[in-house]
């Protein structure tokens, strides 16, 4: 997969859920590749029924670190589901992705 086939949506805020499960729906839609990363208050979205949904049709990772911060119950009974990956994840996504977008 090259680089330009790959969109990047980092969710860093708990607002705003709505604009990303649009955007990365119609981004799988036009056969690109989504990859949802979150992290501090984004990791909200991981109990939403748009995570859920988005699950299959993208690939969803969020920081363990803010995982371990953020510590609400929405958010740990979706962990097994959602990998936690280490904070440098998010640097080497932005390398991997030719567009991405930061709600």
Same mark, same amino acid.
């Given at each position: 997969?090259?680089?330009?086939?790959?969109?990047?949506?980092?969710?860093?805020?708990?607002?705003?859920?709505?604009?990303?499960?649009?955007? !990365?729906?119609? &981004?799988?839609?036009?056969? =690109?590749?989504?990859?949802?990363?979150?992290? $501090? #208050?984004?990791?909200?979205?991981?109990?939403?029924?748009?995570?859920?949904?988005?699950?299959?049709?993208?690939?969803?990772?969020?920081? !363990?670190?803010? &995982?371990?911060?953020?510590? =609400?119950?929405?958010?740990?009974?979706?962990? $097994? #589901?959602?990998?936690?990956?280490?904070?440098?994840?998010?640097?080497?996504?932005?390398?991997?992705?030719?567009?991405?977008?930061?709600?």
């Amino acid at each position: 997969m090259h680089a330009k086939d790959i969109l990047g949506i980092i969710v860093n805020s708990n607002r705003y859920f709505d604009f990303v499960a649009n955007l !990365a729906e119609a &981004a799988a839609d036009h056969d =690109k590749v989504v990859h949802i990363h979150l992290l $501090g #208050d984004g990791c909200e979205f991981a109990s939403t029924e748009a995570c859920a949904r988005l699950r299959r049709q993208a690939r969803i990772t969020m920081c !363990a670190k803010s &995982a371990c911060q953020v510590a =609400k119950g929405s958010v740990e009974g979706v962990q $097994g #589901d959602i990998p936690l990956v280490p904070p440098q994840e998010l640097t080497r996504l932005l390398k991997q992705c030719c567009r991405y977008v930061v709600f």
